[in-house]
């Protein structure tokens, strides 16, 4: 199977109540891990690439990465997205070089200029077969050098999406919902804290949700920022030398809910840092005379695959859905 658009995949994910993983890439470790578990569990798969991934890994490296892992899962449809395109020329760039889906975010921009923008990509995409994600509202956290402080976030406003949807013609839209970027989505002030002291995150706003959906029914929505920092990966990082106090993530209970409903696409990036780090940070502890990488990415890549693996069953629902 050749790399394929968002297109079918939403449309099943929509309807079947479930949504598709878009893991985040920037080596082969991170390529195996992911891919590995889509493909024993027949689950669709997005890989998306950032500006970022982009400028540590080279774009052909990361493309050609990602058409090896096609040719390794046959069983699967995977698409490779653009995350968090900055502008037209990156996402033109992406269009051009092998991308089946780019997400054009110009979220901070004003309204009017975010449709202007989106517009474009979106005009100049669809003539090349390529499918857009836009974005309304703002996020907090870190977003490649970009960081939005919790007070500088914004919830979208259901009132614009139908008008945003049909101007701009975008074939998906991400919403801010109280998601957030990076492994400190949230403040201790912002949270409450349960018997063992880990901190309780506020809960997503459902009901924005629920009216974005009920003004653009059958249209498929992204959650960005919705990693939930498994505490295992925080205590084991903070055992063997790391230090990540109070990181706190998105219970994966709420995430399953917004899958069942109509968001179609649920973004982690994260949660797969984590998982390599504190394979690695635990390694390098218990043998601190080796030297060989493939020594200590092989369990990272191990850990990396049964962590997808578990949000594709317990929190995407979408395993057996390819
Ligand atoms: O939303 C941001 C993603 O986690 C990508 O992060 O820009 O550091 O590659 P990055
Ligand atoms: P996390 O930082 O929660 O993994 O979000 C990733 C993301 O939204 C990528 O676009
Ligand atoms: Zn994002």
Known sequence: ????????????????GYAIGAFN???????????????ELKAPLILQVSKGARAYANHTYLVKLVEAAVIECP?????????????????KSCIDGGFTSVMIDASSKPFAENIEITKKVVEYAHDHGVVVEAELGTLAGIEDDVKVAAHAASYTRPEEVE??????????????????????????????????????????????????????????IVLHGSSSVPQEFVKAINEHGGQMPDAVGIPEEQ????????????????????????????????????????????????????????????????????
Request: include cysteine; proline fraction near 6%.
């Open 75 to 91: 069983d699967i449809p995977i698409a490779l997205h653009l995350d968090h395109g900055p502008d037209f020329e990156t996402c």
């Open 1 to 16: 199977m050749a790399l394929v658009t968002t297109t079918e995949m939403f449309k099943k994910a929509y309807d079947g």
């Open 255 to 322: 995430l399953r809910h917004a899958a069942e409903l109509s968001v179609c696409k649920i973004n982690i990036d994260s949660d797969l840092r984590l998982a390599m780090t504190a394979t690695i940070r635990q390694y390098f502890d218990e043998h601190p005379g080796d030297f060989d990488p493939r020594q200590y990415l092989k369990p990272a890549r191990s850990a990396i695959k049964a962590m997808v693996a578990h949000k594709i069953v317990d929190v995407l629902g979408c395993d057996h859905k390819a």
């Open 25 to 39: 890439v920037n080596n082969m470790e991170i390529v195996q891990g992911i891919t590995e578990a889509a493909q």
């Open 163 to 220: 008008e945003f949807v049909a101007k701009t013609g975008c074939d998906s839209l991400a919403i801010a919902i109280g998601t957030s970027h990076g492994a400190y989505k949230f403040t201790a002030a912002q949270c409450t804290r349960n018997e063992k002291g880990i901190l309780v995150p506020p809960p997503l706003r459902f009901d924005v949700l629920e009216e974005v959906s009920k003004r653009l029914p059958g249209f498929p």
